[in-house]
């Protein structure tokens, strides 16, 4: 009468035991041991349903033009991959890997990265025979589905995302985001905050990274305030939308997203911001792109959860163990 509701697998156990020990060496607040189901499963890596996720990937990327004017803005690569990568792998890392890509300019370049992609790029393999047999070690997409939709060179985001509407199919609520934005926040907090408030969209709300300072003028021009943008408490839209199928109500032909269509929302408090103080960059110049392939290069890339998450979970040797406690929560 007194065990736990559910058979909690000895894995789980230890990896509680260890976040811990950490968290108390660190001097972090320590971790509680779990009181209730939910407290369990949101150590799995699918908590609940996996939903779709449409990315936006038809922009010209005009501010990236000084690194190439030939490779289309979702294409430019960090590290060995481009950023769009990163950013499927960063969803794949959560059990979300039904993507739409919304395409545009450059999309022959991106389905031809796809259609021929080579796994032993990222990926560590033994070669046999002289070169003639390569096995790999570990796998990056094989499990993903993606669904190339042509959304228009010159279409706003908004007409992208009505132009995939058929793909959500029935479900009741997907992700979408641009393929420019890196982040390491956890994608489930983000979820738990989206179904709880019940709205119809959400987003992420940032503190900017410009090295802009704000600045306030009186009528006659005397400036009587300036204060750095990053610390003046203003946010700013970072993507990582969370949309129920509504969404597409709001939407009139011809519209950008975040304009009239985000004035509807606003109008029935229909419309939440999640703030997040961790890490999120935008790729936006080509300095942004050397700050990120800098962190890259030195193993320091915060958005890359799915190494932690691939060591708190690992795939081959707890499979079972995870469906058992997946059948237990009734997911």
Known sequence: MGGPPFPVPHWAIRQILLHFLRDRHAGLPQMQAPASRSSILNLTR???????????????????????????????PIGYRPIIWHIMKYYASFGHKDFILCLGYGADAIKEYFVNYDESVSNDFVLTDGGKSLTLLNEDI?????????????????????????HIGMDDVFMANYTDGLTDLSLEDHLAH?????RVASFLCVTPRQSFHLVN????????????????????????????????????????????????????????????NGFWA???????KMLLDDL????????AVWKERANLFPDASHAAERESLRKAGGF
Not at 142 to 166: A, C, H, M, N, Y
Request: with cysteine; net charge positive; glycine share 10%.
């Open 46 to 76: 699918n908590p609940g349903r996996t939903m779709k996720v449409v990315l936006f990937c038809g922009g010209l990327g005009l501010r990236l033009r000084d690194y190439s004017d030939k490779i289309p803005k979702p294409m430019v």
């Open 142 to 166: 094989q499990d993903w589905r993606i669904t190339f939709v042509d959304t228009g060179i010159t279409s706003t985001i908004g007409q992208r995302l009505k132009k995939i509407e058929p």
């Open 194 to 198: 989206f179904s709880k408030h019940g």
């Open 217 to 276: 003028l009186a009528q006659d021009g005397r400036v009587t305030h300036l204060e750095e943008l990053g610390r003046s408490g203003l946010r700013v839209n970072g993507g990582y939308f969370i949309f129920k199928r509504a969404i597409f109500d709001y939407i009139r032909d011809g519209e950008e997203l975040v304009q009239a269509p985000f004035q509807r929302l606003m109008q029935r408090n229909q419309l939440i911001g999640y703030e997040y």
């Open 282 to 288: 935008a790729m936006d110049t080509f300095k942004d």
């Open 296 to 303: 890259y290069a030195r193993d320091k890339a915060p958005w």
